[in-house]
């Protein structure tokens, strides 16, 4: 029995709700202006794109409880 099958049983939680809709994503095209990160500095951002460099604060965007 994997971890799924185990999760439902135990828990009664499906993986999917029932009425779950179809959704469908647009993504736009990135344009390449004149702002871009070096080759390292995207490797550790995870972008070359500085408008897309979102980092993650984790337990900080908690309303600042854990600060």
Known sequence: MDILET????YGIA??????????????????G???YSP????EA???FPILDKPFFGSKCQG????
């Open 15 to 32: 993986p999917l709700p029932v009425d779950a809709a179809e959704t469908m994503a647009y993504v736009p095209f990135q344009q390449c």
């Open 40 to 43: 390292a500095q995207s490797l």
């Open 64 to 67: 600042g409880r854990n600060d």
């Open 34 to 36: 004149s702002s871009l």
């Open 46 to 48: 995870g972008t070359v």
């Open 7 to 10: 999760i439902m049983m135990d």
